[in-house]
T-cell receptor, first 119, second 114 residues
Framework: GAVVSQHPSWVICKSGTSVKIECRSL??????MFWYRQFPKQSLMLMAT?????????EQGVEKDKFLINHASLTLSTLTVTSAHPEDSSFYIC???????????????FGNGTRLTVT | AQSVTQLDSHVSVSEGTPVLLRCNYS??????LFWYVQHPNKGLQLLLK??????LVKGINGFEAEFKKSETSFHLTKPSAHMSDAAEYFC????????????FGQGTELSVKP
């Protein structure tokens, strides 16, 4: 089945530094990937939709300059948290839809998430 | 607009007893519905999906869900809980008007007591 790999699984960084998270589709090509943020004991919040070869589409309230998204190839999307602060500490999860499945009924395949801690 | 409501934020069962996690949906279209499971510090794993075929959907790990249009429900069940079932469960609807964007329920935490 479709596999999405996310790296790193956890990262600790100092306030003011930037952190890059990678999301790869391993056995399919994904023109679109999705980035979610999840706070403790809460549901997933869609941050942005990453589009291969074009600009990402951000959800309302998500800072584009804070969360930089690059989708340079059909199998790789990256999320960079710039000038990270403690309030950016969270669980970030990427996902993608296998294009071999129709959009209407196809599930998203999720990476294992990245636990970001900003000190 | 499409939405899902998970009626219980937390469910606790004893090992070997049945599991029922409740989900109601609101949709203007014939919905595509999913149940995902998330173990601590992990991504989401698809348990099962409903896509207008059979109303009783069987998933992995012994879980199943029944689509009931008259009740706008898609409850998740399992006959006998196992300790490894303890996790967070999300009911999800696909918003076909927005290109298949997923709408997540609030989640239900399942605890399994020995």
């Amino acid at each position: 089945g479709a596999v999405v790999s996310q790296h790193p699984s956890w990262v600790i960084c100092k306030s003011g530094t930037s952190v890059k998270i990678e999301c790869r589709s391993l056995d399919f090509q994904a023109t679109t990937m999705f980035w979610y943020r999840q706070f403790p004991k809460q549901s997933l919040m869609l941050m942005a939709t990453s589009n291969e070869g074009s600009k990402a589409t951000y959800e309302q309230g998500v800072e584009k300059d804070k969360f930089l998204i690059n989708h340079a190839s059909l199998t790789l999307s990256t999320l960079t948290v710039t000038s990270a602060h403690p309030e950016d500490s969270s669980f970030y999860i990427c996902s993608a839809r296998d294009p071999r499945e129709t959009v209407a009924n196809s599930p998203l395949h999720f990476g294992n998430g990245t636990r970001l801690t900003v000190t | 607009a499409q939405s899902v409501t998970q009626l219980d934020s937390h469910v606790s069962v004893s090992e070997g007893t049945p599991v029922l996690l409740r989900c109601n949906y609101s949709s203007s279209y014939s919905p595509s519905l999913f149940w995902y499971v998330q173990h601590p510090n992990k991504g989401l794993q698809l348990l099962l999906k409903y896509t207008s075929a059979a109303t009783l959907v069987k998933g992995i790990n012994g879980f199943e869900a029944e689509f009931k249009k008259s009740e706008t429900s898609f409850h998740l069940t399992k006959p006998s809980a196992h300790m490894s079932d303890a996790a967070e469960y999300f009911c999800v609807v696909s918003d076909q008007a927005k290109g298949g964007k997923l709408i997540f329920g609030q989640g239900t935490e399942l605890s399994v007591k020995p």
